[in-house]
């Protein structure tokens, strides 16, 4: 740099002329009036979603509110309440009360399995482990769902993976005796209520895991301690100490596996049963049957139903440990 | 004292954890035995023998190009929106205080927090309600829906660690609201953005349940599984395109989470 230029430079005003143009103005503008640059980064987003997503939702509500002509199929788009009243044909009511037992059971189930899980990661992994348990929760939460329940297709067929392994272990009759009772059996597992909600936890379990295990990272390991140290058994260590202060995060997962199993129609529908879920009786209702105010109705089951969940949930304590 | 986490766990309860990360992964890796097996006609176990000739065959099917080169498009489209509007609103969030802010965030996450045949059905309810037809365009805009809360988690969590007065001393130095945008504040988030838009490319290219409300009659690759799963008719392909797939999906995640390991908030918490 020659000695001219370094003189130019020490003798330019300390404040720079603005830069001009409209680039300048504008930069300008969203200095002095921040909530016009405020407004300009949230209207983009705001009206997508505004009319993308939350218009579609009304447009699903006021779908719900129309009737399908009997006679000649066509959807009648006059206000009425009959397609509620549809709802509670024995037969629906059937569904959603299968779908709802269905969800319950595969929370329970989840939250059995994901405790251990959370507990060690939380408590004990640490270091290069603590990654290990990080990687080994979040690559099967992220892995393709589908390809999940396909290979669930591929081990609990009659002639996969699983009945192999018992038959090896001379435990065939165990399965054969579980096929055999009325509700929960069936011809093989991949047609049966079992195989369905053995696959339904094997997909929401990482959702259990994560929130079950923020809650445990919040319990300080001396109050395990010292509980221990007053003389309570390790049983009663998790009855009074560490199971209420996980209980937020249960609660927290179990809204995921709740929400989750409400709504899904896949697995159902590839392993399972011929007896409908309300995920399915959506996708028949507006697909082969046409009857989009019924299948919109049925929608708004799971909505209700999580609705109640969710203020249950809140009054928990559960989205402090979200 | 042994407070500084170097006891080593129960016997039961380590046992218990190992099982529970066994059942989370041995499924995925039985994908990669099925896609190398000689049977043609069932899924039978253990495989009469190995062999590789499926994966030419599945290189030679049109349909599973045409599947895949969709989906490629469908997710590239969807993360470039996500991308511009989950970070807007991740800034607009992260740097004001301002009435309603709760709810933007709210607003964002629910077409994550609802079931996927919620938003599926709500899509086809108004696409039939304003005439709508079918298209590219009516998939991309369900995924890129869904896709937003991913960016602006990833965005939202690094903002958060971003201070403020980088921008300030930014602007004293003379650079102007653009300058400060391309030199200080884009680096800093750069990480998080790839993350996420890596997140979005993942969850978008692997999405269905949205995609069968929204596609008519085209097939994404997920689509297409899903006929081969309810109607199976080429078993070996779709035991090859179901271990692509689990690959396509799974180097995104690693790839993000190396990206923002070194945050409190890494890639992939909230999916």
Not at chain 1, 28 to 33: A, G, I, Q, S
Not at chain 1, 259 to 284: C, E, K, W
Not at chain 1, 293 to 317: D, E, H, N, Q, S
Request: proline fraction near 5%; charge should be positive; hydrophobic fraction near 55%.
């Amino acid at each position: 740099m020659s000695l001219d230029a370094a003189m130019m430079r020490a003798t330019a005003p300390a404040i720079l002329p603005g830069s001009g143009g409209l680039r300048g103005a504008l930069s300008d503008l969203f200095w002095r009036k921040p909530k016009v640059l405020l407004l300009l980064m949230l209207l983009p987003p705001v009206l997508w979603l505004g009319i993308v997503y939350i218009g579609s939702l009304f447009a699903l509500l006021a779908q719900s509110f129309f009737s399908i002509d009997e006679f000649s199929g066509l959807i009648n788009r006059e206000f009425t309440l009959k397609t509620y009243g549809d709802l509670f044909q024995a037969a629906n009511l059937d569904i959603i009360l299968r779908t709802v037992t269905m969800a319950a059971l595969v929370t329970l189930a989840s939250a059995v399995i994901a405790f251990p899980i959370a507990y060690y990661a939380a408590r004990y992994a640490r270091g290069r482990w603590k990654a290990l348990f990080y990687l080994g929760i979040m690559l099967p939460l992220w892995s393709s769902y589908l390809v999940k329940i396909y290979a669930w297709k591929l081990i609990l067929a009659k002639e996969g993976i699983l009945t192999w392994l018992l038959a090896k272990l001379h435990l065939l009759w165990v399965l054969d005796a579980w096929l055999s009772l009325p509700i929960v059996g069936g011809n093989s597992l991949s047609v049966s209520f079992t195989g369905t909600f053995i696959v339904f936890v094997y997909v929401w379990l990482p959702f259990m895991i994560l929130p079950v295990q923020a809650a445990l990272e919040r319990v300080p390991g001396n109050l395990v301690e010292a509980s221990s140290d007053l003389g309570a058994s390790p049983g009663q260590t998790f009855r009074n100490v560490l199971f209420p202060l996980a209980l937020p995060g249960i609660v927290a997962g179990s809204i995921f596996t709740f929400s989750l199993t409400l709504g899904d129609y896949i697995i159902p529908q590839i392993i399972g049963t011929s007896r409908l879920f309300i995920g399915q009786a959506v996708y028949s209702q507006q697909g082969t049957a046409g009857n989009i105010p019924l299948a919109a109705a049925f929608t708004v089951v799971p909505v209700v139903i999580m609705g109640f969940y969710l203020w249950g949930a809140k009054r928990m304590g559960a989205f402090d440990a979200l | 004292m042994r407070s500084d986490g170097s006891q080593s766990a129960p016997l039961g309860l380590k046992i218990a954890a190992a099982c529970g990360l066994l059942f989370l992964h041995l499924p995925i890796l039985l994908i990669f035995v099925y896609a190398f097996t000689t049977e043609e006609k069932s899924f039978v176990w253990p495989p009469p023998g190995l062999t590789t000739q499926w994966f030419a065959v599945t290189w030679n099917r049109p349909d599973v190009w045409q599947a895949l080169s969709l989906s490629v498009r469908v997710a590239s489209i969807s993360t470039a929106i996500a991308l511009v509007l989950g970070t807007l609103c991740s800034a607009a969030v992260s740097r004001t205080k301002f009435f309603g802010r709760e709810t933007i965030s709210l607003l964002v996450i629910l077409p994550i927090a609802l079931p996927g045949i919620i938003t599926g059905i709500a899509l086809r309810s108004a696409f039939s309600l304003a005439d709508i037809p079918f298209s590219f365009w009516t998939i991309v805009l369900g995924h890129a829906t869904f896709c937003v809360v991913v960016v602006y988690n990833n965005a939202v969590a690094r903002f958060r660690r971003t201070s403020g007065s980088m921008i300030e001393a930014s602007m004293d130095l003379g650079a102007d609201g653009f300058q400060t945008f391309r030199h200080v504040v884009l680096p800093n988030i750069a990480t998080a953005l790839l993350a996420g838009g890596m997140l979005a490319f993942a969850l978008s290219f692997d999405e269905v349940i949205v995609t069968t409300f929204t596609a008519g009659q085209q097939q994404t690759l997920p689509i297409w599984m899903l006929e081969e799963l309810i109607r199976p008719r080429q078993r070996p392909v779709t035991n090859v395109v179901a271990m692509v797939v689990m690959l396509v999906t799974l180097l995104p995640i690693l790839a993000a989470y190396y990206l923002t390991r070194d945050g409190d908030q890494i890639a992939g918490s909230g999916k």
